[in-house]
């Protein structure tokens, strides 16, 4: 098994390493464009106003993730499953949706499956948002460190506020 690629070879002679070629800038660019006009679409095939809501989250977050990813391509490793698994398997729920909302039969499997995709969604939202904040997660400990040790210098300098109201009384 070459995990790298799950490929699966049943013996050595067909093994050869295949390398991901990584999309230029603009190439980056233009599929991520087309990915949130994908999410737009989907969002205004959907007619249910509580799922529309969710989809444009997502979207929303979609979009801040993939700019984080093109101003900080060294962090790919923390956005590799989700741009590998949960993006396109939320885009493949929504597909299905959009599809079973639109069937003119509404029988129990499509309602039970749609009603399945309106649940996890909101777990999607949440896990979405999360996401996202998890990538300033180091960008909020280094600003507190910076904080922390402005504070302490202040205070050593003797120049916080609350020294320089004692020397005036």
């Known amino acids: 098994i070459n995990?790298?690629?799950?490929?699966?070879?049943?013996?050595?002679?067909?093994?050869?390493?295949?390398?991901?070629?990584?999309?230029?800038?603009?190439?980056?660019?233009?599929?991520?464009?087309?990915?949130?006009?994908?999410?737009?679409?989907?969002?205004?095939?959907?007619?249910?106003?509580?799922?529309?809501?969710?989809?444009?989250?997502?979207?929303?977050?979609?979009?801040?993730?993939?700019?984080?990813?093109?101003?900080?391509?060294?962090?790919?490793?923390?956005?590799?499953?989700?741009?590998?698994?949960?993006?396109?398997?939320?885009?493949?729920?929504?597909?299905?949706?959009?599809?079973?909302?639109r069937q003119s039969y509404q029988g129990e499997n499509i309602v039970a499956s749609r009603h399945d995709i309106e649940e996890i969604l909101g777990t999607l939202v949440h896990a979405f948002e999360k996401q996202l904040d998890q990538l300033f997660a180091a960008d909020a400990v280094d600003i507190s460190s910076d904080i922390t040790v402005l504070e302490t210098m202040i205070a050593k300098d003797g120049l916080s506020h609350q020294q320089g109201m004692n020397l005036h009384l």
């Not at 699966?8 to 230029?24: N, R």
């Not at 991520?32 to 737009?40: C, G, H, N, T, Y």
């Not at 977050?61 to 398997?89: G, M, N, R, V, W």
Request: charge should be negative; proline fraction near 3%.
């Open 3 to 101: 995990m790298a690629t799950g490929q699966l070879f049943l013996d050595t002679d067909g093994f050869q390493s295949v390398e991901k070629k990584k999309p230029s800038q603009e190439e980056a660019t233009d599929q991520d464009a087309k990915l949130l006009a994908e999410i737009r679409q989907l969002d205004d095939d959907i007619d249910d106003e509580e799922m529309s809501r969710k989809i444009r989250r997502i979207e929303e977050c979609t979009e801040h993730i993939l700019e984080y990813q093109k101003k900080h391509p060294d962090k790919a490793s923390e956005l590799h499953t989700f741009l590998d698994y949960y993006l396109p398997t939320t885009m493949k729920l929504l597909k299905s949706y959009s599809l079973l909302e």
